[in-house]
């Protein structure tokens, strides 16, 4: 993208960085920052920590018992469409529904005067811009998210605006009253993530005042990016190893034909606690396949990275994949060439992908950077694991499913994250004839 970076892959040299000591929080795609803003709640100490501590509410296990019947549903009605046809498009069915699970209830405002396909395509449209050269000529992707962004926020604002006047009154209420906006949700369960957005920007702005209709499109945008994109990857991911692993899916089966036999056919939100298999499954996936590929920090000080001295300035990348690659409880040194068998799952699948390593101390991973490290460590992590298990419990209870394609996930484009290459995705689902 036209940025000079050093990727660094020593845990030891990253801890400071991480830490937000001597460096920080910077996103280097022009791109992005123009769609969505530099992050100024990431890089600035007080705005992050107001900004954490109602993220932290609005993604917590209250906030996640709340939410759980609303996303039961939309995985249920998804699920049940893919079973009536008999099949589905892995990657399309996956983006599909961590949009639906984004824009009804994830952010926290439901969008009833627009339909929501139009909605869904905008988006798509806004994403497909992210990560591209910002090149603002006729037909570039560029070009077509900085219109998508342009009519979402002309046809959301009636109802957005309405959202942002009810919780700036609120948050000066709160003022008034002594309360800081950052303390005023303590112990609520009802904080939506766009809520939650909204009131830490109006903590850190001088009298309250402030919150524009490109701020407040800004807010929404960003929250389906950090909701919908991660949940797509991994869903995807998810769905796809299962396929192309019958030893794992079995076992995944197996132990929901367990909870079902103990606790009868509706999944519930107590049940997710009693998964230890699928657990293990979410987190074996994302070591091999990170829905994000780490995160970039601008040095403050000249820096000493090992036998390197960096100079001020300059942008290091940690890479979740690298860092997992060389994990030193699964990595054995060799330099030689080519993958490490720990990571190869299109060559040795049934070696790289085992989920029970991380069900004994002896073989659990140490490096575990999917959803970063410090100070940045990924408030929606809970949040994730939870939809991703509501799915595959959902599709292990109801049915089976493989690829038309085994070779789908090898042909798949990988920049920036994984996506389908359109006709490859293709996937039989297969009813079982008693729901287990």
Not at 42 to 62: E, I, N, Q, V, Y
Request: aromatic share 8%; hydrophobic share 40%; with cysteine.
């Amino acid at each position: 993208m036209g940025t000079q970076v050093y990727i660094v892959n020593d845990v030891d040299l990253l801890r400071k960085p991480l830490r937000d000591e001597g460096a920080e929080f910077l996103i280097p795609f022009n791109s992005f920052v123009a769609l969505l803003g530099s992050g100024s709640q990431m890089t600035d100490p007080h705005k992050h920590t107001a900004w954490r501590k109602l993220m932290m509410l609005a993604t917590g296990s209250g906030a996640l018992e709340r939410m759980f019947p609303d996303i039961l549903r939309l995985v249920q009605g998804h699920v049940h469409s893919w079973a009536e046809v008999g099949s589905f498009d892995m990657f399309g069915a996956a983006t599909e529904l961590s949009l639906d699970l984004a824009t009804h209830v994830l952010i926290g405002i439901r969008f009833t005067q627009t339909d929501p396909q139009w909605i869904r395509n905008e988006f798509k449209c806004f994403m497909r811009g992210l990560y591209v050269l910002p090149i603002q000529l006729p037909g570039t992707a560029y070009s077509r998210a900085l219109q998508a962004r342009k009519n979402l926020a002309q046809r959301l604002w009636g109802e957005l605006g309405v959202e942002v006047k009810r919780v700036t009154e609120k948050v000066q209420t709160s003022k008034a009253a002594g309360i800081e906006p950052s303390a005023m949700h303590q112990g609520c369960s009802q904080l939506g993530m766009l809520e939650a957005q909204i009131t830490a920007q109006l903590d850190w702005t001088e009298g309250g005042q402030g919150i524009t209709k490109d701020d407040a499109t800004g807010y929404l945008l960003g929250n389906l990016v950090g909701s919908a994109d991660t949940t797509r990857g991994g869903m995807f991911h998810t769905m796809a190893l299962l396929a192309m692993s019958d030893r794992v899916r079995g076992e995944v089966v197996k132990e929901q034909l367990q909870l079902v036999t103990a606790h009868g056919p509706d999944l519930t939100f107590q049940q997710l606690h009693e998964m230890p298999y699928l657990d293990a499954v979410v987190r074996e996936v994302m070591r091999l396949l990170p829905a994000s590929s780490g995160s970039f920090r601008r040095l403050l000080e000249d820096t000493q990275m090992g036998a390197y001295t960096l100079p001020k300035g300059s942008i290091i990348w940690w890479h979740a994949g690298l860092l997992h690659a060389t994990d030193p409880v699964l990595w054995d040194g060799n330099t030689r060439g080519g993958l490490p068998l720990h990571m190869d799952w299109e060559a040795h699948l049934e070696q790289a992908f085992l989920p029970e390593r991380w069900l004994s101390k002896e073989g659990r991973p140490r490096h575990y950077y999917t959803f970063g490290s410090g100070r940045h460590l990924c408030l929606g992590m809970q949040l994730y694991n939870m939809e991703v298990k509501m799915l595959v419990a959902e599709m292990a209870r109801r049915g089976d499913w493989h690829l038309l394609d085994e070779k789908m996930m090898s042909k798949a484009d990988k920049y920036p994250l994984t996506k389908a290459k359109p006709g490859t995705d293709a996937t039989v689902f297969t009813v079982r004839p008693a729901t287990l």
